[in-house]
C-alpha cells in the first residue's frame, strides 16, 4: 500500500455534539432545551428515545478523554449546551454548568488535546424558543451575549471558536419540514431563521473580535457535493440551482457576496422574504479565520422546471448506508475543491465526515466495522488530492468519537469508532478507531 502524508502540522480529532451525548438533561440548574422538549413528544423519535441520558458523558467525561488519549486524538470538538450554561437562554447564569465545561477543558489539556468548541449544535434553551427562537430577531443579540460569555470564561483556554453547526439543517429540518426540533413546518418562519441564524454568526463573531482573545473563529456548514444526472445544459443549471439553495445560501453571506437572486426570488414569490435589514450583510460578513466544512455524501441532481426551486434529487446510483446516503467518498474532496476554488482558497476544516455502519459486536466482542474503515480510507484520499491541488485544509474531525443519540433516529444509527453500550455506558473501540490511530500517528492514509 501507499502512504498519503498529510502536510506537517495537519491535525486530526472527532466531534461530538452536547445533545447527543451529555444526559444529565434535568442536573445542576440546567434548563431544558427544544430537543428535551421534542423527544418528550410522542412519534418524533424513530425508537421513541430521548437524550435524558444518552452517553452520559457528563459524569463520565474523565474516561472518555482518557480513551481520547489512548486513541492519540490530537484535538477534540464539542458543542456547549446553552441552557446548560444558561438556564434561561439570556440573564441568569449557572455556575455549575460552566464548571463542567471548565473540567472538561482543563482535562483535554491535561492530555495535550486542543478543544475546538461550536457555540452551537442545535439546542435551543427552550425558553428562546418560547419566544419565537430563531424566527425572533432579538436571537443575534442573546447569542452574542451567550458567545461572549463563553469567550469570557474559555477564552483563555480555548482557541478554536465555531458559531454555528450546520444552519441549514437546524432551520430547513426544523422550521419547513419540521422533522427536527422545534418542529414547525412554515415557510415564511423558514426564511426569517436562514437570516436570523447567519446575523447571531456575524454578532457572535464581532463580539469575539471585541473580546480581544487570542485564537480563530468560524463557521461550519452541512454539505453536499453536487454532481450532474447527465451531461445536458439544463442539469448543470440545476446543479448551479442545488448550490444556490444548499449551499451559497449560507457561504455567499459569511464571504461577503450575499445571497443567492434564485434563493432571494424564491422566497420573495411566496410571501416569505428573508427580513433583511440595513447594515445586516455588513455583519454577516465579519471576517472568519476559517470555514468548517461538514460532508458526508454527494447528491445526484437533474433539472425539474416544474419545482419552485428548479431541481431535484435524482435516484440513487451508488450503494446506500443506513442513513440513505450513497456511499460516495470521492465527494469530500470534491466539495473541498469546489468550495475552495468558490471563495477565494480560505482556510479549511473537516468538521464533520464519518460513516454510518451499524456493524454489531461479534462472538468475541470485537466490532469489525470494515465498510466504515473503507469508505473512511476513500474520503481521506480524496481529501488528499484536494490539497495537492492546492485546498488549504488543516485538520480533520472524524464524526463521531463514539455512538450517540442520532437525533431523529435515536439509537438507531451508529457513527462512532467506539461502540456505545446504552445499557451499561461500556464504551468499546471498533475496528475503525484502531485504524483511525493509524491515520493520526502516521499523519496518513494507507492507500
Not at 226 to 238: G, R, V, Y
Not at 251 to 257: A, D, E, F, Q, T
Not at 280 to 304: C, H, K, Q, W
Request: proline share 5%; aromatic share 12%; with cysteine.
Amino acid at each position: 500500500m501507499t502512504l498519503l502524508r498529510f502536510p506537517d502540522g495537519f491535525q486530526w480529532g472527532a466531534a461530538t455534539a452536547s445533545y447527543q451525548i451529555e444526559g444529565a438533561y434535568n442536573e445542576d440548574d440546567r434548563g431544558l432545551s427544544i430537543w428535551d422538549t421534542f423527544t418528550h413528544q410522542p412519534d418524533r423519535i424513530q425508537d421513541g428515545s430521548t437524550g435524558d441520558v444518552a452517553c452520559d458523558h457528563y459524569h463520565r467525561y474523565r474516561d472518555d478523554v482518557a480513551l481520547m488519549a489512548s486513541l492519540g486524538l490530537q484535538t477534540y470538538r464539542f458543542s456547549v449546551s446553552w441552557s446548560r450554561v444558561m438556564p434561561f437562554g439570556r440573564g441568569a447564569i449557572s455556575e455549575k454548568g460552566l464548571g463542567f465545561y471548565d473540567r472538561l477543558i482543563d482535562a483535554l489539556l491535561e492530555k495535550g488535546i486542543q478543544p475546538a468548541v461550536t457555540l452551537y449544535h442545535w439546542d435551543l434553551p427552550q425558553s428562546l424558543q418560547d419566544l419565537g427562537g430563531w424566527s425572533n430577531r432579538a436571537i443575534a443579540d442573546w447569542f452574542a451575549d451567550y458567545a461572549s460569555l463563553l469567550y469570557e470564561r474559555f477564552g483563555d483556554r480555548v482557541t478554536r471558536w465555531i458559531t454555528l453547526n450546520e444552519p441549514i439543517v437546524f432551520t430547513n429540518m426544523g422550521h419547513r419540514i419540521g422533522v427536527l426540533a422545534p418542529g414547525i413546518r412554515d415557510l415564511p418562519i423558514y426564511g426569517r431563521t436562514i437570516h436570523h441564524a447567519l446575523l447571531a454568526h456575524g454578532r457572535a463573531v464581532q463580539a469575539f473580535r471585541a473580546s480581544g482573545r487570542q485564537g480563530e473563529i468560524g463557521i461550519t456548514n452541512a454539505n453536499t457535493s453536487f454532481e450532474p444526472a447527465d451531461d445536458s445544459p439544463e442539469t448543470a443549471q440545476a446543479v448551479e440551482l442545488a448550490r444556490d439553495f444548499q449551499s451559497r445560501v449560507f457561504h455567499g453571506p459569511v464571504y461577503g457576496r450575499g445571497y443567492p437572486a434564485s434563493l432571494l426570488a424564491y422566497h420573495e414569490a411566496r410571501g416569505a422574504a428573508l427580513p433583511i435589514e440595513p447594515g445586516d450583510m455588513e455583519i454577516i460578513a465579519a471576517p472568519t479565520d476559517f470555514l468548517g466544512v461538514n460532508l458526508y455524501s454527494r447528491g445526484l441532481i437533474e433539472a425539474s422546471p416544474g419545482r419552485g426551486v428548479g431541481y431535484t434529487h435524482a435516484a440513487p446510483r451508488l450503494p446506500l448506508l443506513p442513513m440513505g446516503y450513497e456511499a460516495a467518498p470521492h465527494a469530500l474532496g470534491d466539495f473541498v475543491r469546489w468550495v475552495s476554488n468558490e471563495y477565494g482558497r480560505p482556510r479549511i476544516y473537516i468538521t464533520e465526515n464519518g460513516v454510518c455502519d451499524n456493524t454489531e459486536p461479534g462472538p468475541d466482542g470485537a466490532i469489525d466495522d470494515a465498510q466504515r474503515v473503507e469508505l473512511l480510507r476513500g474520503f481521506l484520499a480524496g481529501l488528499h488530492g484536494a490539497i495537492q491541488d492546492g485546498a488549504d485544509v488543516r485538520a480533520f474531525y472524524q464524526w463521531s468519537l463514539y455512538d450517540n443519540f442520532e437525533w431523529a433516529f435515536g439509537y438507531t444509527k451508529r457513527f462512532g469508532m467506539v461502540w456505545t453500550d446504552f445499557a451499561t455506558q461500556r464504551r468499546i473501540p471498533k475496528r475503525s478507531a484502531a485504524w483511525y490511530s493509524d491515520v493520526v500517528r502516521q499523519n496518513g492514509v494507507e492507500v
